[in-house]
Nanobody, 120 residues
Framework: QVQLVESGGGLVQPGGSLRLSCAGS????????MSWYRQAPGKERELVAA????????NYADSVKGRFTISRDSAKNTGYLQMNSLKPEDTAVYYC?????????????WGQGTQVTVSS
C-alpha cells in the first residue's frame, strides 16, 4: 500500500521547537522529491519547504527561512521538518508531499496531515 504518514505534531509554546516526520511506504521513496505544505484555518494550502530526491537542493517559504530545516533519510524512507522559533502564525495542519515527474505525467502523494498548534 502506497502511503505517507506524518507524525510529530502537537501543541508548543511560542519560541519552541518541533520535529515532524514523514514516513513513506509502498514506493521508492528515494526517487521522489519531497515537500512540506501547511494549511491554516480559512487559508489556502501553502508550500513550506521542499527537498530534491537526492537531498542536494532545498528551498523554503520566506516566512520560515532561518527557522525551519527540511531533510531526508532515504535509507529510512523518511523525511523531516525541524521547526524552531515557532510562532503562533505557524499554527496549521502540516502535510507531507512526495512527487515524481515522469515523461508524460506526475505522480503526487499526500499524507493525512499532522496538527501543529503554537500557543501559550
Amino acid at each position: 500500500q502506497v502511503q505517507l504518514v506524518e507524525s510529530g505534531g502537537g501543541l508548543v509554546q511560542p519560541g519552541g521547537s518541533l520535529r515532524l516526520s514523514c514516513a513513506g511506504s509502498g514506493f521508492v521513496f528515494s526517487s521522489y522529491d519531497m515537500s512540506w505544505y501547511r494549511q491554516a484555518p480559512g487559508k489556502e494550502r501553502e508550500l513550506v519547504a521542499a527537498i530534491t530526491k537526492t537531498g542536494g537542493s532545498t528551498n523554503y517559504a520566506d516566512s520560515v527561512k532561518g527557522r525551519f530545516t527540511i531533510s531526508r533519510d532515504s535509507a529510512k524512507n523518511t523525511g523531516y521538518l525541524q521547526m524552531n522559533s515557532l510562532k503562533p502564525e505557524d499554527t496549521a495542519v502540516y502535510y507531507c508531499n512526495a512527487r515524481q515527474r515522469r515523461i508524460d505525467h506526475t505522480i503526487t502523494l499526500w499524507g493525512q496531515g499532522t496538527q501543529v498548534t503554537v500557543s501559550s
